[in-house]
Nanobody, 124 residues
Framework: HLQLVESGGGLVQPGGSLRLSCAAS????????IGWFRQAPGKEREEVSC????????TYVDSVKGRFTISRDDAKNTAYLQMNSLKPEDTAIYYC?????????????????WGQGTQVTVSP
């Protein structure tokens, strides 16, 4: 069964940290770019970060630059999103997804396999 499973979400105070994981099963991640997306209630889904299949290039939405770090460990078939200095506005459901082209073009349509999401809540 081919799937992505996110984990690591939870409730954290402002200024805290979380590390999200995206574990793939049934297929190797190494050929795919990996994107992290989030969707807050009443808002559109946005791409937070992306890493290319080679791991040599990453992208971040401006609001998380300097606070979030995307990475991948193809040996573990897992990708990560390290989130530091969390703010209440980071509260959302976070999803990971794989892009078949291996690149990060900022196009949600490039991503064709999605996880079920993990809730991140930043609150005092």
């Amino acid at each position: 069964h081919l799937q992505l499973v996110e984990s690591g979400g939870g409730l954290v105070q402002p200024g805290g940290s979380l590390r999200l994981s995206c574990a793939a099963s049934g297929f190797p991640l190494r050929s795919y770019s990996i994107g992290w997306f989030r969707q807050a209630p009443g808002k559109e889904r946005e791409e937070v970060s992306c890493i290319t299949s080679s791991g040599r290039s990453t992208t971040y939405v401006d609001s998380v630059k300097g606070r979030f770090t995307i990475s991948r460990d193809d040996a573990k078939n897992t990708a990560y999103l390290q989130m530091n200095s969390l703010k209440p506005e980071d509260t959302a459901i976070y999803y990971c997804a794989t892009g078949s082209w291996g690149v990060c073009r900022g196009a949600a349509g490039d991503f064709n396999r999605w996880g079920q999401g993990t809730q991140v809540t930043v609150s005092p």
